[in-house]
């Protein structure tokens, strides 16, 4: 099936450490995003990316690193410098990073601190 | 800079009622508006997609309605079911920011059985 793939489910990091989550989707999309929600707010952009080697900063990128080494992967590090890392994370893609694409979402996740 | 409000935040109705779900942007200049549909602990889930030049999209029970000068969209659910207990949320395609959103808290909604 295509779909957009995040793991883990639940990650929990120790101060001073770095995280990453993974995103994998293949939906053959060109365009891939990381946004931010806590609870009971909605979705804040952390970064995207509208091509393979190209990825632009959101509103929130601060303590967030990215990269996009191929078309189906965007993994997103959780630094040590983002103080406030609890919250959940979405990975979404869509067909281009321009024009009327929906963007289709992956199941989260769950990053605490330990 | 555009804002995205959904007011109320939570709705609690008896099945069977119709939803009526809102959505304000306070910037016209969009490109399109989405709503999505999201379960405890899940992703989202794209439920319409009503572009700029469009008024509405329906899909089954669902009807979205788009007034783009007032900055409003509402979600109508008819004869609501228990499955349809989630948090729903609007975004918007600002008309300058490529594919980026622009999302509202969300309302959250429990049909009561």
């Known amino acids: 099936d295509g779909g957009i793939t995040q793991s883990p489910k639940y990650l929990f990091r120790k101060e001073g450490q770095n995280v990453t989550l993974s995103c994998e989707q293949n939906?053959?999309?060109?365009?891939m995003y990381w946004y931010r929600q806590d609870p009971g707010q909605g979705l804040r952009l952390i970064y995207y990316s509208q091509i393979v080697n190209d990825f632009q900063k959101g509103d929130i990128a601060e303590g967030y690193s990215v990269s996009r080494e191929k078309k189906e992967s965007f993994p997103l590090t959780v630094t040590s410098a983002q103080k406030n890392p609890t919250a959940f994370y979405l990975c979404a893609s869509s067909i281009g990073g321009y024009g009327n694409q929906p963007q289709h979402f992956g199941d989260g996740t769950r990053l605490s601190i330990l | 800079k555009q804002e995205v409000t959904q007011i109320p935040a939570a709705l609690s109705v008896p099945e069977g009622e119709n939803l009526v779900l809102n959505c304000s942007f306070t910037?016209?200049?969009?490109?399109?508006l989405q709503w999505f549909r999201q379960d405890p602990g899940k992703g989202l889930t794209s439920l319409l997609l009503?572009?700029?030049?469009?008024r509405e999209q329906t899909s089954g029970r669902l009807n979205a309605s788009l007034d783009k000068s007032s900055g409003r969209s509402t979600l109508y659910i008819a004869a609501s079911q228990p499955g349809d207990s989630a948090t729903y949320l609007c975004a918007v395609r600002p008309e300058a920011a490529g594919n980026k959103l622009t999302f509202g808290g969300g309302t959250r909604v429990l049909v009561k059985p």
């Open positions: 939906l053959n999309h060109d365009a």
């Open positions: 009503i572009q700029s030049s469009q």
């Open positions: 910037d016209s200049a969009i490109y399109n």
